[in-house]
């Protein structure tokens, strides 16, 4: 009896392995293909170039006022009271130059997420169309991550028709 069980549930188990479909997209492709990607890529680039500029700018002006300070130091030019105030005048500009590289980091990071979630969000309902014409179970994406992979339904094209209809209407907006 136990056999009959064992063999009716292993039955039932590969029929439905067997009734699941599986594709695969590659998700680089489909990225690269997206005009609106294409922008938020321009933008963010954009932004860490002004930020990188504004930090080269603070650099130069902290290493400017430090080669002024070891020049008088050397000298012998500054008096204690003045060397101490020219010191911490140093350390807040070195320490106001890494709060800002940290703050530019964080900013960059929330714009990032800003402008992509949109696209991905895009690329998944453009996934979810496609699988659900084609009664997909499962949709994997070739360029993550696989143990293993032999042939198999690429739906990549099919998603990327799908998802430059999405974008085009979501850059009507």
């Known amino acids: 009896m136990k056999k009959l069980l064992l063999g009716l549930v292993l039955f039932i188990g590969f029929g439905a392995a067997a009734q699941s479909k599986v594709a695969h997209v590659d998700s680089q492709k ?12 321009a933008q963010l680039e954009e932004i860490q170039k002004s930020g990188f500029a504004e930090l080269e700018e603070m650099q130069k002006s902290f290493e400017s006022a430090y080669k002024i300070f070891i ?7 500054m008096p204690p009271m003045i060397k101490e105030n020219e010191q911490n005048k140093l350390m807040r500009m070195q320490q106001n130059l890494e709060t800002r590289q940290t703050e530019l980091e964080q900013e960059l990071k929330s714009y990032s997420e800003q ?10 309902k453009a996934i979810e169309l496609v699988a659900e014409r084609k009664k997909l179970s499962y949709v994997l994406d070739q360029s993550s991550m696989t143990m293993y992979y032999k042939g198999g339904m690429d739906i990549t094209n099919e998603v990327i028709t ?5 974008d085009a209407a979501a850059s009507k907006k």
Do not use: F, H, W, Y
């Not at 489909?30 to 890529?41: E, G, I, Q």
């Not at 020049?71 to 030019?77: M, S």
């Not at 799908?162 to 999405?166: D, G, S």
């Open 30 to 41: 489909l990225l690269d293909t997206m005009p609106s990607r294409k922008a938020a890529m």
């Open 71 to 77: 020049e008088k130091d050397k000298a012998g030019e």
């Open 115 to 124: 402008l992509n979630q949109p696209i991905l969000d895009r690329v998944q």
């Open 162 to 166: 799908e998802l430059l209809i999405l």
